[in-house]
């Protein structure tokens, strides 16, 4: 199938009055697509700069940096009879519900489907491509969506990110129903509505660094918290002021004066006429500030380790049975927790596989078989 370019122009929404009229508009319907912009590669603090809405009349485009409440919205996405069709929901959902509180209900996810059916490429471009025939502009990913005004190729760009949501849901949930798999989506679907807090992630000087000593910890502790306090001050990501691997060499060589910092790895010209006083410093109170041994979850014992690696087998094996990645299969977090749990019945399964149903129907007696085959 191949579809045009849309010819009228997006609706720019930039007034309370726009968003309220935008918003009784969504209602009408009962699929919408929807994608978010955001500046996480240009600022400190990332925030969603431009909501874009899709409907089969029209294409809108808002900006939540006119507006001082975006509340309008909270009922769209909290309609249990509009489906809000995205791709990639997670970060766009983890966005909205932390710069504007949002809770979501029935969602459809372009990538998500995608995957349960066994795409080789997952993208949207790939995905309008193999469908539609059409060809996004890769070149505008990393733009920085909080100027003001945005050029009319970044508008076109955003545009499309939503105008072709709709034919292209309709298309892989057929396939998804055809194949028996839209009950295994629509339980991932209903995952998404639970937005995961963002940075999950320990910092940097918090993770396991197995070369580094309890004193060069405590130095880069020391560095990292001196790129974050430059990096808010100059509103940029810390990556832009120093990246990791620059200071998990500057925490292992510790360098003393300039001469010893520019033989350090990733410092070299603009870094060292920025940043080599504010380094030197970190250092010196690294070295000064009490030895860091961060504490490690207990490791899991050995039996639990051997189901772990029993489920983890099966996992592969069922994957390649339906020729898909092996966490569509079963999550990781969920194998882990049985693999912690050793549930000996089916009840007791279901108990930890309660929110994915589909998946303890048609896989729990081969689960509890692998436990039991474990060493």
Known sequence: ????????????????????????????????????????????????????FSTPEADYLVDPLALDD?????????????????HAAEYDILGLHRDFGF?????????????????????????????????????????????????????????????????????????????????????????????????????????????????????????????????????????KVLDDRTLLALAERLPRNQAELRRVPGMRGARIRYHARGVLAAIRQGLQAPPKTIARPPRPDDATLARLDALRRWRQRAAARMGVPSDVVLPKSHMQAIAAAHPQTLEELHTLMADIPWRFEHFGAEILHALEVSP
């Open 70 to 86: 975006l509340s309008p919205l909270a009922p769209v996405f909290a309609d249990p009879t509009i489906e809000k069709i995205f």
């Open 1 to 52: 199938m191949t579809l045009p370019l849309p010819t009228r122009p997006p609706l720019w929404v930039d007034s309370p009055a726009g968003l309220q009229q935008m918003a009784a508009d969504l209602r009408q319907h009962a699929q919408i697509g929807v994608d978010t912009e955001a500046n996480s590669l240009h600022a400190y603090r990332e925030q969603v700069c431009l909501l874009q």
């Open 103 to 239: 809770a979501f209900v029935n969602l459809f996810d372009t990538m998500v489907s995608a995957r349960i059916l066994g795409y080789e490429k997952v993208g949207l471009g790939a995905l309008l491509e193999r469908h539609f025939g059409i060809r996004l502009q890769k070149r505008y990913q990393r733009a920085d969506w909080a100027r003001r005004p945005l050029p009319p190729e970044l508008l076109d760009y955003a545009r499309l990110d939503t105008h072709f949501l709709l034919p292209l849901r309709d298309i892989l949930r057929a396939e998804l129903a055809a194949k028996g798999l839209l009950p295994l989506a629509e339980e991932d679907f209903a995952r998404l509505t639970t937005p995961i807090a963002a940075n999950g992630r320990l910092p940097l000087w918090q993770r396991r660094h197995p070369h580094l000593n309890p004193q060069q910890v405590a130095v880069l502790e020391a560095l990292w918290r001196y790129r974050e306090a430059e990096a808010e001050r100059r509103d940029v990501p810390p990556f």
